[in-house]
Structure formats: structure tokens, C-alpha cells
């Protein structure tokens, strides 16, 4: 069974940065889109990043200027740099990849902004 395993999450001051990543445990065909969501507590899961098969991008309105999402086909790993991080940035990240046949969510790495 396929897994997903992210890390990079951790504590950082306000304007740093963070470099998540996240990596197949096996293979995935047909992947679709590759993206980051999170979710803060008492609020529900949001998508934060997304990038296609063919390299196009999207991203929340929040987070646009500030994070960029990039991807490696061959090793099946997606990857969030974010940058000038904001304590609203505060939530546990997940990572999410969407094949023609599943659709497969990591266990979430916590990511804390302080003021």
C-alpha cells in the first residue's frame, strides 16, 4: 500500500521559511495533480497549493507571492518552499496526490509561526 511521508514542518519565527517535502513509498500511476492543504484547528482542511501533470500551478489567495509548490515526476515527490511565513500560516500541513485511480493523503506535518 502506498504511503505518503512528509516532513520539513517545525517551528519557525514570523518572516522565515520552511521547505516541506513529501515522498511516495511506492510507485503511483497515472498521477494527476500534486498538492498541500491544511488545516488550522476549528477550521477545515484548505487547499493551499496544487500543481498539475503538465507543471501548472494554483495557489490560495494567502499564500500567493509567498509559498511555490514544485514537483519531481521520476521520484514521485512533491515539495512547498514557503517563505515569508505568517503566525496565520499556523495549521498541520498535508500533502495530497491524485491519480486516474486514487486519491492518496499524508499524515500531516505541523507547521507553527510565532509572533
Known amino acids: 500500500q502506498v504511503q505518503l511521508v512528509e516532513s520539513g514542518g517545525g517551528l519557525v519565527q514570523a518572516g522565515g521559511s520552511l521547505r516541506l517535502s513529501c515522498a511516495a513509498s511506492?510507485?503511483?500511476?497515472?498521477?494527476?495533480?500534486m498538492g498541500w492543504y491544511r488545516q488550522a484547528p476549528g477550521k477545515q482542511r484548505e487547499l493551499v497549493a496544487a500543481?498539475?501533470?503538465?507543471?501548472?500551478?494554483i495557489y490560495a489567495d494567502s499564500v500567493k507571492g509567498r509559498f511555490t509548490i514544485s514537483r519531481d515526476n521520476a521520484k514521485i515527490r512533491v515539495y512547498l518552499q514557503m517563505n515569508s511565513l505568517k503566525p496565520e500560516d499556523t495549521a498541520a500541513y498535508y500533502c495530497?496526490?491524485?491519480?486516474?485511480?486514487?486519491?492518496?493523503w499524508g499524515q500531516g506535518t505541523q507547521v507553527t509561526v510565532s509572533s
Open positions: 495530497n496526490i491524485r491519480s486516474n485511480y486514487n486519491d492518496y
Open positions: 511506492g510507485s503511483i500511476f497515472s498521477i494527476n495533480t
Open positions: 500543481i498539475s501533470s503538465g507543471g501548472t500551478t
